[in-house]
């Protein structure tokens, strides 16, 4: 496996910031330090419809196992106190059906869903997900009022936040994915480590029993971002970025789609969230759709091998840090950024903080601050990635 030192994801361009406060990245780092992404080698292709790429729960063959050692049994959780919705939101859509899949949207509302589950864990719900002999069946439907989203339910992880050949076993942690704009706020309060033991212990604890337990249990399974960042696609075409699921295998797993022409809040986490990391997306080429938020392979500009990362979340000073960056993964693999769309940062209300030159973009292959850029958001601020 090979890495790649990434001075971006809510690392670059600060010097515009005299006085910063402290985020944790999630696959390492601090702010102020580079980032160190970890990818596997490989070519990509630089169009996904040239690049005979067909979407398959099973395609994905690269996991957390070759990357993380197996973790120890959780400490006893202990209490946090939940977390309040945003008001006054730009991102709203109407309901989902809880019979059928949800379709792609231009975001969601903030506002907290009637009859979510107040903490108890469903029995599934009435879902027809795969569940593998020796596997536990994912407590969730579509359309559930707790927020939280299937990943790949034909598949063998059934539902959970998981690579598709994996399962959900007991003595093992399984995380679950949240609606765009939601975060998922169950983990394991013992770990303690960004890349060691307890790395990978997100969502729900199953015992040896085969039981499965909600390690915080007055926190809700979905709580609210900060609703203050998302994508505005002008483009004729679709894109997906697709969030990492950390704590858990790193893979992006977790689609945000914005539909030709419209836009899509991004799940920007609190400096509340789990050990101050953020959240980081891999950001795929126009026509993707939710399908293609999964590992990849060398050969499919996909996931790991996305044009563009972006990253996202709160610091200990309370200003939110929003990232842009071509994927060194997909410029390494010989393709080039000038085949691809344009993206750049644009305040939407309140303060924007700009690096030098007072702007952040990424367009013709170049970006205007050298491996990518960093924006500071104050307080109410609102911004997006825009597409073009």
């Known amino acids: 496996m090979k890495s790649f030192t990434v001075a971006v994801a809510l690392a670059l361009a600060l010097t ?4 910063v406060g402290s985020i944790s990245l999630g696959l390492g780092g601090s702010l102020g330090e580079p980032l160190v992404i970890f990818f596997n080698g490989g070519v990509a292709n630089t169009h996904l419809a040239d690049s005979g790429y067909t979407a398959s729960g099973d395609s994905t063959t690269e996991t957390s196992s070759t990357t993380h050692e197996t973790h120890p049994t959780p400490s006893e959780a202990e209490n946090v106190p939940s977390s309040t919705p945003p008001t006054d939101t730009h991102y709203d859509a109407p309901p989902i059906p809880s019979d059928s899949p949800p379709a792609e949207t231009t975001g969601y509302s903030a506002e907290p869903s009637p009859g979510a589950s107040n903490g108890e864990i469903p029995d599934g719900q009435g879902n027809t997900f795969n569940t593998p002999s020796g596997a536990m069946r994912f407590p969730w439907n579509y359309g559930n009022a707790d927020k939280v989203v299937p990943i790949t339910p034909k598949a063998k992880n059934g539902g959970w936040a998981m690579s598709p050949d994996q399962v959900c076993k007991a003595n093992s942690w399984c995380p679950y994915a949240c609606e765009p704009g939601y975060y998922s706020a169950q983990w394991d309060t013992g770990a303690k480590l960004y890349n060691g033991n307890g790395s990978m212990n997100g969502g729900l604890y199953v015992d040896g029993s085969g ?4 390690p915080i249990p007055n926190q809700p399974f979905c709580v609210p971002g900060l609703f203050n960042a998302g994508i505005k696609n002008t483009l004729g075409e679709s894109v997906s970025a697709c969030q990492t699921v950390y704590p858990g295998n790193e893979a992006m797993l977790i689609p945000t789609v914005a539909n030709a022409g419209s836009s899509a809040v ?6 509340t969230y789990w050990l ?3 959240a980081q997306y891999y950001v795929n080429l126009a026509g993707s759709t939710a399908e293609q938020c999964i590992w990849g392979n060398a050969d499919k500009p996909v996931g790991n091998w996305a044009p563009y990362i972006f990253g996202a979340g709160q610091s200990s000073d309370g200003n939110t840090y929003i990232s842009l960056q071509y994927n060194p993964l997909y410029l390494s693999s010989g393709f ?3 085949d691809t769309y344009n993206v750049k940062i644009e305040c939407e209300s309140g303060y924007c903080n700009y690096p030098t030159g007072g702007q952040c973009k990424c367009e013709q292959g170049v970006c205007s601050v050298d491996n990518g850029c960093t ?3 104050g307080d109410g601020a609102k911004a997006n990635f825009v597409i073009y």
């Open 16 to 19: 515009a910031n005299a006085n």
């Open 211 to 214: 039981k499965i337990t909600k």
């Open 266 to 271: 991004l799940n920007v986490v609190p400096k």
């Open 276 to 278: 101050g990391t953020s």
């Open 336 to 338: 080039k950024a000038t």
């Open 375 to 377: 924006v500071t958001l």
